[in-house]
């Protein structure tokens, strides 16, 4: 079973910036596609970023070029550097590994 646990939400101000983990359980991150979601007070869950096992990148339209998703192998651990942050970024963030694993969740808000 596939245990993903995330970390670094927190509170920023707009035009902040946060780095979000997700560890991993064993040696999956280098194998599987893995990515991020964010799941906003009353709207459903929707894509954010994943990273594939070759290296490529995926972004929604509302996050490029302020957001970038990496992995450390090493570390068994995924990241999402957030950068240029706005209000509606405001989130419960989770990561996706796979045969549909999911993170326990981390809430990040952007208010000023």
């Known amino acids: 079973q596939v245990q993903l646990v995330e970390s670094g939400g927190g509170l920023v101000q707009p035009g902040g910036s946060l780095r979000l983990s997700c560890a991993a359980s064993?040696?999956?991150?280098?194998?599987?596609?893995m990515g991020w979601y964010r799941q906003a007070p009353g709207k459903q869950r929707e894509f954010v970023a994943l990273?594939?096992?070759?290296?490529?990148?995926h972004y929604a339209d509302s996050v490029k070029g302020r957001f970038t998703i990496s992995r450390d192998n090493a570390k068994n651990t995924v990241y999402l550097q957030m950068n240029s942050l706005k209000e509606e970024d405001t989130a419960v963030y989770y990561c996706?590994?796979?045969?549909?694993?999911w993170g326990q969740g981390t809430q990040v808000t952007v208010s000023s």
């Open positions: 064993g040696s999956i991150v280098s194998i599987y596609t």
């Open positions: 990273i594939i096992s070759n290296g490529i990148t």
């Open positions: 996706n590994g796979p045969r549909d694993s």
